[in-house]
């Protein structure tokens, strides 16, 4: 398995303003995502945060509302750019082990709060 | 379209009263089906991985079985710890990093 740290844990967010999550992994691995959890729904994924390349968005996320860095194998930030309360979600980063059976691990997500 | 479907969408048991927790699938290929568990506040935890049709899995009070078309997560005398919501999740030959979840189950145990 893997432990995954993110950064900050929860916050509170005035509309427009931008924030910033980071996600921290105890391992070097090749596959990295993030993903939202909306309140009382299931996890959709965002991207996937590609070591040393531009990410790949999913449908319905952009790169300007959504920027992700991963500089290298154990880290990566996702920003959420002009929040809006539409915003307001759990964020998680996972990560997937080479090697492993093929799931992917999380971390204990970020909760942000737009008002 | 490829979608995952969990029912029911909540679950209320007794301590020791047994049920069952249905994630059916369509894909159009599946490299792997997986559980997890997922606490309020925290992130899901993985459970199990089910590969083929006929495979089952236990894990304490937990098993998880899977068929061709759906997979089930059977909770043998369950106690007040194992409430949560179950999440489960399909993985497709077409698209290695593409996970589909379930809308999740969400279960309560009362003592």
């Known amino acids: 398995s893997a432990v995954i740290s993110q950064k900050p844990s929860r916050d509170i967010c005035q509309r427009g303003t931008s924030l910033t999550i980071q996600c921290q992994v105890d391992s070097q691995v090749t596959m990295m995502f993030w993903y939202r959890q909306q309140p009382g729904q299931s996890l959709t994924l965002i991207a996937t945060?590609?070591?040393?390349?531009?990410?790949?968005?999913e449908s319905g996320f952009v790169i300007d509302k959504f920027p992700i860095s991963r500089p290298n194998l154990t880290f990566s930030t996702l920003t959420v750019s002009n929040m809006s309360p539409e915003d307001s979600s759990i964020y998680l980063c996972s990560v997937g082990l080479a090697g492993g059976t093929g799931e992917l691990f999380f971390g204990e997500g970020s909760r942000l709060t737009v008002l | 379209e490829d979608q995952v479907t969990q029912s029911p969408e909540a679950l209320r048991l007794q301590e020791g009263e047994s049920s069952s927790l249905n994630c059916s699938y369509t894909?159009?290929?599946?490299?792997?089906l997986f559980w997890y568990r997922q606490d309020p506040g925290k992130g899901p935890e993985f459970l199990f991985t089910l590969y083929s049709a006929g495979e089952e899995k236990e894990k304490e009070r937990l098993k998880a079985t899977l068929t061709k078309k759906e997979s089930f997560l059977h909770i043998t005398a369950p106690k007040p710890e194992d409430s949560a919501t179950y999440l489960c999740?399909?993985?497709?030959?077409?698209?290695?990093?593409?996970?589909?979840f379930g809308s999740g189950t969400k279960l309560n145990v009362k003592p």
């Open positions: 999740a399909v993985r497709v030959l077409y698209n290695f990093n593409k996970f589909y």
């Open positions: 894909v159009s290929g599946l490299r792997g």
């Open positions: 945060a590609n070591q040393g390349s531009e990410a790949t968005y």
